[in-house]
């Protein structure tokens, strides 16, 4: 050990190693009971592999309002890590580091966790939390080890059986009636990553008031090291499976408006789950709703390399490619796509020349948004006296087209910051805003009695959603669902084809009512410390100097949403958040932001034109401004960043 301290003291003098890794480096290795730390640090530290020791130790993996996310298999895999190896060619052990997802990041998350739900439900009873992962690298050894972990420390366990969806979690932990829950998780990020999403007892992710104080009880801890209670105290763990799935199943399918669309439906459907956890309700549910599905068999191997794309995201065409290639053989008529945890959608659409078209995540939710606001009035769900009570929630870098939708249906709308959990926050508020003796056990209650106690005592939320593919149109989950969404999208299809339309062309006769709106999503990523710095310094940039001018058109208007008290539609105020929003003077608007979750800062573009028939025109128009506007703002980054 004095030989390894002294080389790392040396490589912090020379400027190779940062101070706050050399900081962290010690905190680790006092604080964590496996060798395998100590041989990596030293094998590192010995092949002078700087780089890495700075990417791992740069920082304490903090746990966030949305938990914690980092790499768990590091650029350099030491030969302690790689030991015996694992399945899926994996390491045995994962990434050594205070900055890396690994067993002493994840003991501290949930036994920070355990300590506030603890201390929430008081005495009286065991705490109960529910545990589920993804098909990623050690998503199941750490989901393993957080329900033993919550037995040995007195709560009572709920774990899945295998790997299962982000949004099954969160309707599990509201059906179980828990107070906490728990995926392992990094969603769509690369397959070197993985995470820890927390969710309390509302079936959402933590928001105030209990954020902060889960937070600091997750920091506070500092070795992996615990006691467990007494045998006589400890928890049971109970494994879920097919009865759980049944019901989340059977409830999803109160998301149809107008089931009889669907009846003879002969639609043929490509699936592919992208090796993630999609096919385990959305196959056997669009088999059910009468869609023929085909499903993709080199992708539906569950694998956490994620072997045939390069990114497991739906909303790249390049991870559909191979569902688009059997929809071709097939003559399919819809490519869906879902990422690991299955709470994004992604959507390939034959059109009516038979060309299968790339949806956008806004156009997606602006198709589901129209139809079930035209469909709410056509069933009675909705009527002239209810619809001010009926809303969309959505996020602000979320389109426009939607909030056009809204105003003709005469329906609200509520803009949120980034993150789903500021939806699910308001569906919270929805919620307790009904009448104590009026709602008795709510979510035992069926969604018509439910949505008729919004409708006369709060609001009722028809659909919402984010531009990066996801989507909600109930309130019995409290995140984003791709199984749902696939579920009111069949519906979308169904209404298309009964119509004698496609949904690509359904989607044009919206743009030539409400005008052609195009988005587009462009991010810069800087990896690793130096390039958190960047991004970081970048932001602040913005911020400190917003732009007065951008391809030569004046700005009208900037909101910064990390120092303004801003207020949202219901006047609530907003969190600051570091986002500052710039609306040019000819109608173009952008924001810029970084991502809570990946190593890049994130630029969204958003252009629009009068309602016209003539759309050819209009899309060429557009589409040339938002190149033109994505050229001066990456000049005027590149300039901040000299």
Same mark, same amino acid.
């Given at each position: 050990?004095?030989?390894?301290?002294?080389?790392?003291?040396?490589?912090?003098?020379?400027?190779?190693?940062?101070?706050?890794?050399?900081?962290?480096?010690?905190?680790?290795?006092?604080?964590?009971?496996?060798?395998?730390?100590?041989?990596?640090?030293?094998?590192?530290?010995?092949?002078?592999?700087?780089?890495?020791?700075?990417?791992?130790?740069?920082?304490?993996?903090?746990?966030?309002?949305?938990?914690?996310?980092?790499?768990?298999?590091?650029?350099?895999?030491?030969?302690?890590?790689?030991?015996?190896?694992?399945?899926?060619?994996?390491?045995?052990?994962?990434?050594?580091?205070?900055?890396?997802?690994?067993?002493?990041?994840?003991?501290?998350?949930?036994?920070?966790?355990?300590?506030?739900?603890?201390?929430?439900?008081?005495?009286?009873?065991?705490?109960?939390?529910?545990?589920?992962?993804?098909?990623?690298?050690?998503?199941?050894?750490?989901?393993?080890?957080?329900?033993?972990?919550?037995?040995?420390?007195?709560?009572?366990?709920?774990?899945?059986?295998?790997?299962?969806?982000?949004?099954?979690?969160?309707?599990?932990?509201?059906?179980?009636?828990?107070?906490?829950?728990?995926?392992?998780?990094?969603?769509?990020?690369?397959?070197?990553?993985?995470? /820890?999403?927390?969710?309390?007892?509302? *079936?959402? #992710? =933590?928001?105030? $008031?209990?954020?902060? &104080?889960?937070?600091? %009880? @997750?920091?506070?801890?500092?070795?992996?090291?615990?006691?467990?209670?007494?045998?006589?105290?400890?928890?049971?763990?109970?494994?879920?499976?097919?009865?759980?799935?049944?019901?989340?199943?059977?409830?999803?399918?109160?998301?149809?408006?107008?089931?009889?669309?669907?009846?003879?439906?002969?639609?043929?459907?490509? /699936?592919?789950?992208?090796?993630?956890? *999609?096919? #385990? =309700?959305?196959? $056997?549910?669009?088999? &059910?709703?009468?869609? %023929? @599905?085909?499903?993709?068999?080199?992708?539906?191997?569950?694998?956490?390399?994620?072997?045939?794309?390069?990114?497991?995201?739906?909303?790249?065409?390049?991870?559909?490619?191979?569902?688009?290639?059997?929809?071709?053989?097939?003559?399919?008529?819809?490519?869906?796509?879902?990422?690991?945890?299955?709470?994004?959608?992604?959507?390939?659409?034959?059109?009516?020349?038979?060309?299968?078209?790339?949806?956008?995540?806004?156009?997606?939710?602006?198709?589901?948004?129209?139809?079930?606001?035209?469909?709410?009035?056509?069933?009675?769900?909705?009527?002239?006296?209810?619809?001010?009570?009926?809303?969309?929630?959505?996020?602000?870098?979320?389109?426009?087209?939607?909030?056009?939708?809204?105003?003709?249906?005469?329906?609200?709308?509520?803009?949120?910051?980034?993150?789903?959990?500021?939806?699910?926050?308001?569906?919270?508020?929805?919620?307790?805003?009904?009448?104590?003796?009026?709602?008795?056990?709510?979510?035992?209650?069926?969604?018509?009695?439910?949505?008729?106690?919004?409708?006369?005592?709060?609001?009722?939320?028809?659909?919402?959603?984010?531009?990066?593919?996801?989507?909600?149109?109930?309130?019995?989950?409290?995140?984003?669902?791709?199984?749902?969404?696939?579920?009111?999208?069949?519906?979308?299809?169904?209404?298309?084809?009964?119509?004698?339309?496609?949904?690509?062309?359904?989607?044009?006769?919206?743009?030539?009512?409400?005008?052609?709106?195009?988005?587009?999503?462009?991010?810069?990523?800087?990896?690793?410390?130096?390039?958190?710095?960047?991004?970081?310094?970048?932001?602040?940039?913005?911020?400190?100097?917003?732009?007065?001018?951008?391809?030569?058109?004046?700005?009208?208007?900037?909101?910064?949403?990390?120092?303004?008290?801003?207020?949202?539609?219901?006047?609530?105020?907003?969190?600051?958040?570091?986002?500052?929003?710039?609306?040019?003077?000819?109608?173009?608007?952008?924001?810029?932001?970084?991502?809570?979750?990946?190593?890049?800062?994130?630029?969204?573009?958003?252009?629009?034109?009068?309602?016209?028939?003539?759309?050819?025109?209009?899309?060429?128009?557009?589409?040339?401004?938002?190149?033109?506007?994505?050229?001066?703002?990456?000049?005027?980054?590149?300039?901040?960043?000299?």
């Amino acid at each position: 050990m004095s030989d390894l301290a002294s080389t790392l003291d040396q490589a912090t003098k020379d400027g190779l190693l940062l101070p706050d890794a050399r900081k962290n480096i010690d905190l680790l290795l006092n604080a964590s009971t496996s060798p395998v730390v100590l041989a990596s640090v030293t094998e590192l530290a010995v092949r002078g592999e700087w780089e890495e020791l700075n990417d791992r130790f740069f920082k304490t993996l903090a746990f966030g309002t949305g938990g914690l996310r980092g790499r768990t298999i590091g650029r350099v895999v030491t030969t302690a890590e790689q030991g015996e190896g694992g399945p899926n060619e994996r390491p045995e052990h994962p990434c050594s580091g205070t900055a890396s997802m690994n067993f002493f990041n994840v003991s501290r998350a949930v036994r920070g966790l355990i300590a506030y739900a603890k201390r929430h439900v008081g005495t009286e009873r065991k705490p109960k939390l529910v545990f589920a992962h993804d098909t990623r690298h050690f998503s199941r050894d750490f989901a393993e080890f957080c329900a033993k972990v919550a037995s040995e420390l007195g709560c009572d366990a709920w774990l899945f059986e295998d790997a299962r969806s982000t949004p099954q979690l969160s309707f599990a932990v509201r059906d179980l009636r828990a107070d906490a829950g728990v995926v392992l998780t990094a969603s769509h990020n690369p397959s070197h990553d993985n995470g /820890f999403k927390a969710y309390f007892n509302d *079936g959402a #992710q =933590i928001v105030e $008031p209990h954020a902060s &104080e889960i937070i600091a %009880e @997750v920091n506070a801890i500092e070795s992996e090291e615990y006691d467990a209670v007494a045998d006589d105290q400890r928890g049971r763990i109970t494994v879920l499976g097919a009865e759980a799935d049944r019901g989340y199943m059977d409830r999803l399918k109160s998301l149809l408006m107008q089931p009889s669309l669907l009846e003879g439906a002969s639609a043929k459907v490509v /699936f592919t789950n992208l090796h993630g956890t *999609g096919g #385990q =309700i959305t196959v $056997p549910m669009l088999k &059910e709703l009468g869609f %023929e @599905v085909l499903t993709v068999p080199e992708q539906d191997v569950r694998d956490g390399r994620f072997p045939t794309v390069a990114s497991p995201n739906p909303e790249n065409a390049a991870a559909l490619e191979m569902g688009i290639a059997l929809a071709e053989q097939e003559g399919a008529e819809i490519v869906i796509g879902t990422d690991p945890d299955s709470d994004r959608m992604g959507v390939v659409a034959r059109d009516g020349a038979g060309v299968m078209r790339l949806l956008t995540g806004n156009q997606i939710g602006s198709l589901m948004a129209w139809y079930r606001a035209q469909a709410a009035f056509e069933i009675g769900w909705l009527n002239e006296t209810t619809r001010a009570r009926a809303l969309f929630v959505k996020t602000f870098v979320t389109t426009e087209l939607q909030s056009a939708i809204a105003a003709k249906f005469g329906l609200g709308v509520v803009n949120t910051l980034t993150g789903f959990k500021y939806i699910a926050s308001k569906l919270r508020k929805y919620e307790d805003a009904i009448p104590e003796d009026k709602k008795g056990d709510y979510r035992s209650l069926d969604e018509d009695t439910t949505r008729k106690l919004r409708l006369e005592y709060s609001r009722f939320f028809l659909f919402g959603g984010e531009e990066s593919y996801g989507y909600l149109g109930c309130d019995f989950v409290r995140d984003k669902d791709a199984n749902g969404a696939a579920v009111m999208f069949a519906e979308v299809a169904a209404y298309a084809k009964a119509k004698g339309t496609t949904l690509p062309d359904l989607l044009d006769e919206i743009y030539k009512e409400f005008g052609y709106h195009e988005e587009r999503g462009k991010a810069l990523v800087m990896e690793g410390a130096d390039g958190a710095a960047k991004i970081q310094s970048l932001a602040r940039s913005f911020s400190q100097r917003p732009p007065t001018e951008v391809d030569g058109v004046a700005v009208e208007r900037v909101r910064d949403f990390s120092v303004e008290t801003i207020f949202d539609e219901e006047g609530d105020e907003l969190p600051k958040e570091g986002m500052l929003f710039v609306d040019l003077a000819d109608g173009r608007s952008f924001a810029v932001r970084p991502s809570g979750t990946e190593p890049k800062i994130k630029f969204y573009l958003f252009a629009k034109s009068p309602p016209t028939d003539e759309l050819a025109g209009s899309k060429a128009a557009v589409s040339e401004s938002l190149d033109r506007l994505w050229s001066a703002i990456e000049s005027d980054a590149a300039e901040r960043m000299r």
